[in-house]
């Protein structure tokens, strides 16, 4: 890689990319690349330190506090090199010596290209390329996968609805959460590409799933039905549809209590311990069951309803 010695004969790496930029992006493909450098030099006994935007891990490093750190080179990782900011990164760590890798190379002419001292590309326009970084990440961490069901406004429900602090609640108490999350609509449609068109799709997306935290009726019964246990909250204060069903499955729901504050913290915390434990199997004793007997009773009806004409 050509890194220099620091003043005490160390060389000091900075590995930065679009994840760095306060304006920027991480994504998991730039940010596994990125993994996959550092684990590269880590191998190699080269000391080096990561810059992270503030929007995105406020806790690490960031390119202002880097600047004083008298790193000895800096490695931009993945995504185009080309913008006022890899232009601007230039100037800061002018005193670096900066190697661009697995990179695309819109255009070579351009400053932000030309301000590396070396490119090792992952592929440059109009020729052929090399493989991605990013599958070179370091694997082995097993996070369960959570599919989230959430409900739309009800205002059928009025002044009980809380679906507005239960959802922003949710969403800060899941942050701490270590697991893939994966966004679900139960609404079908036969022409948009990016949603299920029928129940089996749907059952299949939910099949797929550790565990569904869900607001919606459906993403707690379709879940039960595919014996995936449900953490289920009712957006309603004082319970209404959701609780209901929780009942009629003999499965917990949490509920709150007025609709200006979401679900107590600590209860999510049980239930989500449940779930990932006793709840596995309890979710595929429900899925056993018999269905519902609304369907049988509806044909009697009718069926007397005939009889009698």
Known sequence: MGTREGADGQARVLVTGWFSFV??????????????????LAAAGITHETAWSPRF????LGLD????????DLVFV??????PQVRSLHRSFRHCHRVAVGVSVVDPDDAAARGFHTLLPRDVEGRGGQRDLAPGAPTGRDVPVVGIVQAPG???????SAH???HRRLGRWLVGKDCARVPLDTRLDTRDGLHCADTAQFDALVARTDLVLTTRLHGLVLALRNGVPALAVDPVAGGAKVAAQGGAWDWPVVTVDDSEHGPDTGDLDRL???CRSEGHQAARSRAAEPASPLAG????????ALSSR
């Open 297 to 304: 009773e509806l044909t009697a009806v009718l069926g007397a």
């Open 272 to 274: 989500w311990h449940w």
């Open 23 to 40: 304006d920027g992006e991480a994504t998991a493909g730039d940010v596994g690349a990125a993994e996959a450098v550092c684990a590269e």
């Open 154 to 160: 009800q205002p059928e429900y009025g002044a009980r």
């Open 78 to 83: 993945c995504g185009p090199v080309s913008g």
């Open 57 to 60: 891990r406020p806790e690490g």
């Open 164 to 166: 507005e602090g239960v």
């Open 65 to 72: 506090e880097a600047r004083e750190r008298g790193h000895t």
